[in-house]
């Protein structure tokens, strides 16, 4: 008898190795030879060199996984996403903004990826810890970071010579930002000291430099009626009523504008880089001016590889290799170096050949005062397209004061916040 069950126990141990070597085999089989569909909105240049270093995964990663890029229009994407996820017709992978997770994620339409770093081995103290936090929503993980940036100022050097200015030293806080732009104001030539667009983006880096923010804490209140705030306000419509900036732009207007050597102060992303380079302008670029005490905090975005709901098993694991070859240091450092996006790589901060470069060992640095605003906040579209942007479009046009402005932006933040 006690041979029969030894037997018998010794039967099922090897049936059981026979299981696990079979499923372990099984999930190498699964990987391999993988294909998921990738939705970006990356049309510009910046696609073609996307595309370039994904055609090389393609043809070079082990597991002969086969990355399908559809590159369109960020609208049209988004438009599409909704339908393509409730139909499980969505792509395995997407690149949003981190704007774009509260609504998404609590939606249903992209899976938490909070095991990726323990998969993957890769170090993450090695990745800027406020960049990787950008991407978290409700404790869960739910965008790895693909790029992340803030905003910054460009100045054109020629101009400021023309305006006896150092081209080298460009304003470091408020008081010098307003001089140097009322200076390098010239009406006669129909050029700007300083041209903004009447939206959130630019003005929450002053605000928050300057001691303000849009809520509270806790984001239950608008903070926005505050002294703080009215001070940014009241230079804002300043720089309109004195013509030192044009009014009732968009930004490709803007950005025009700078490229034809109208403009000689701008704050924008790094995407402005490149075109200012093929234009020919000799500019700078460096931090935005911190508050005259000295204060400075900036606003952060980017967009990062997300998973939606639509991505079997199989294909979720696919995406986590595609996703930790883009971490890796060659990758991250060809992004950097070739379409001018600050690393967030303490590697690739660290490499020679970056900190060799003027532009990127600058941008680098000032990654560390960056935050999200509306953080987590599924209203904050509603926010912005129903109040603010709305009241500052009429502060730029003078149609109300810059108190008058917190006090309607006050009480339509505290009317969406009171209806969560």
């Known amino acids: 008898m006690k041979r029969i069950l030894l037997f018998l126990v010794l039967i099922t141990c090897m049936v059981s190795m026979v299981f696990a070597a079979g499923s372990k085999e ?24 996307l595309r370039e270093i994904f055609d090389r995964f393609n043809a070079e990663n082990p597991q002969d996984i086969k990355v399908d890029m559809d590159i369109m229009p960020w609208a049209n994407m988004l438009e599409k996403l909704a339908v393509s996820v409730s139909t499980k017709t969505g792509p395995t992978l997407i690149l949003l903004g981190l704007e774009n997770i509260p609504e998404y994620s609590e939606s249903g339409a992209l899976l938490s990826l909070n095991d990726f770093w323990e998969w993957s081995g890769l170090d993450k103290d090695n990745y800027s810890p406020n960049v990787l936090k950008a991407f978290q929503y ?87 009626n505050s002294p703080e705030a009215i001070q940014v306000f009241k230079m804002f419509q300043d720089f309109s009523k004195n013509k030192i900036s044009p009014t009732g732009m968009t930004g490709a207007d803007l950005d025009n504008l700078f490229y034809a050597g109208k403009v000689a102060m701008y704050i924008n992303g790094p995407w402005l880089i490149a075109g200012g380079r093929e234009k020919g302008i000799d500019f700078g670029i460096g931090s935005i001016p911190a508050s005259d005490s000295g204060n400075k905090e900036f606003i952060g975005t980017g967009v990062a590889f997300m998973i939606t709901s639509s991505a079997t098993e199989e294909q979720k694991v696919a995406a986590y290799e595609v996703i930790k070859y883009w971490l890796s240091k060659d990758i991250l450092k060809e992004w950097t ?66 108190s008058e402005a917190a006090e309607k932006m006050e009480e339509g933040i505290n009317k969406v916040l009171k209806n969560r």
């Open 26 to 49: 099984d999930v190498s089989t699964v990987t391999k030879g993988t294909e998921i569909s990738f939705w970006n909105g990356f049309t510009a240049s910046d696609g073609d060199i």
């Open 337 to 402: 170096l070739r379409n001018g996006f600050p690393a967030w790589s303490q590697e690739v901060l660290d490499d020679p050949e970056v900190q060799k470069n003027l532009i990127q060992s600058e941008l680098g640095t000032i990654t560390q005062y960056t935050r999200v605003p509306f953080e987590g906040l599924p209203e904050s579209t509603q926010i912005l397209s129903d109040y603010v942007n709305p009241i500052l479009e009429q502060l730029t046009y003078l149609k109300i004061s810059p």
């Open 138 to 224: 409700n404790n869960n993980t739910y965008g790895i970071p693909m790029q992340y940036n803030s905003h910054y100022l460009y100045w054109n050097k020629d101009l400021f010579k023309e305006a006896g200015l150092d081209p080298e030293k460009p304003p470091k806080n408020f008081s010098e930002f307003i001089e140097y732009a009322e200076r390098l104001s010239d009406p006669t030539k129909e050029q700007y000291g300083y041209a903004f667009a009447a939206d959130s983006a630019v003005i929450t880096n002053f605000l928050w430099s300057n001691g303000g923010d849009w809520l509270t804490a806790d984001n239950t209140k608008s903070a926005i």
